[in-house]
């Protein structure tokens, strides 16, 4: 078996649909590199120019070509600490402002027999392709994806810049709240009741899912304005102030609505409305992108909580075998759910005199700034309040 690939310009997203949709069926990946996600994506920013389509093919004895892996690959020129600009690709992203749309679960669109394989070659083929790239930037890769990377010989230097993991929910027998809530402790399980019994007060809990597109909408953009509200409270804008994130959402859930991948929940007390939770439903397993939530007064009532608690119920009944929050430091992350397998944020870079001084220079500064209280971390190049409520 051989393995051989291509980079060429993107021309024809219709060509590429088929494509991708046929190869979708032979991979594991994520609904972040299913054509769900990345054919809005090349709608909404109207691009070609600076996009490019890796295709692998594997090449057997006396068969056809067989196209075994895929990936959008966006250029641009990116500037870091005002000194050093680099000219860049990124992995299904464009890393121009307002572009980046904070993929999770990045990956190249491989067969699930020769992914490994196919990362190799991907590598090898980039190097050789006349793009006039210096630097690959590969945003949230699952960490075997890295260590495919990290365990051969490449003619590039490996930079990690982040590695995060994100928090997931084993669903199963979580199918009433009695069961969910039994694995948590007791303090949590008594935080949960006592803010459940505070709403209770006003009327009875309930959870509703979008029936329609259209509805599934007016959801959307009813989260968006409770999510706005609350980070314009703390001083930031929140993940909907560029136009063209929200334009892509909104695309993204007219294409995919009706084909069962996405889940727009409104969470109600009595005629109150608490918060909506908006979801995607992916080979068994329910992925929470963003949430909006009513600002209590009372801090006894915890929204979050209870809307991802009954969201996590309601998906159960259905089914549903994991409840993913993808990554984030919020603390209703860690006291409801487990760390996953981490995601990487890293660039390969090609020899260069820049990198090797601005490198350099980076150790330097590291060894030579007084030691700081450590931070909490965030996703490099995500939107500020991406995946909060």
Known sequence: ??????????????????????????????????????????????????????????????????????????????????????????????????????????????HRDVEAQAWHRFILDLCAADTEWEELCLSAIPRRCFDYLQNRALPTEILVDEQLSPWIVDLGAADTLDRLLSRYSSRRRWHIRRAMREYEKEGSLEILAAKTREQALRYFDRMCDLHTRRWNQLGQSGSYANPLRTAFHRELINRNFDRGEIQLLQVRCADRIIGYLYTFLWRGGVYGLQSGFHIESDNIKSPGYISHCLAMVFSAQRGMRSYDFLCGDSEYKKNLARPGEPL????????????????????????????ETPKRTVAPKRASGQNAG
């Open 344 to 371: 990487v944020w890293c660039r390969l870079q090609r020899p260069h005199w820049k990198f090797t001084l601005e490198n350099l220079l980076l150790k330097v500064h590291r060894r030579l700034r007084p030691a």
């Open 1 to 110: 078996m051989t393995l051989t690939g291509k980079v060429t310009p993107l021309d024809s997203i219709a060509n590429l649909e088929i494509e991708w949709r046929a190869l979708e069926q032979q991979c594991d990946g994520s609904f972040f590199t299913s054509w769900s996600w990345i054919g809005p994506w090349l709608q909404t920013t109207g691009r070609k120019a600076g996009l490019f389509v890796y295709r692998c093919y594997r090449r057997r004895h006396e068969q056809p070509d067989e196209l075994i892996a895929l990936c959008v690959l966006g250029r641009s020129r990116v500037q870091r600490r005002r000194l050093f600009q680099a000219n860049t690709l990124a992995l299904n992203e464009i890393r121009s402002k307002g572009c980046n749309m904070s993929i999770e679960y990045n990956s190249l669109l491989a």
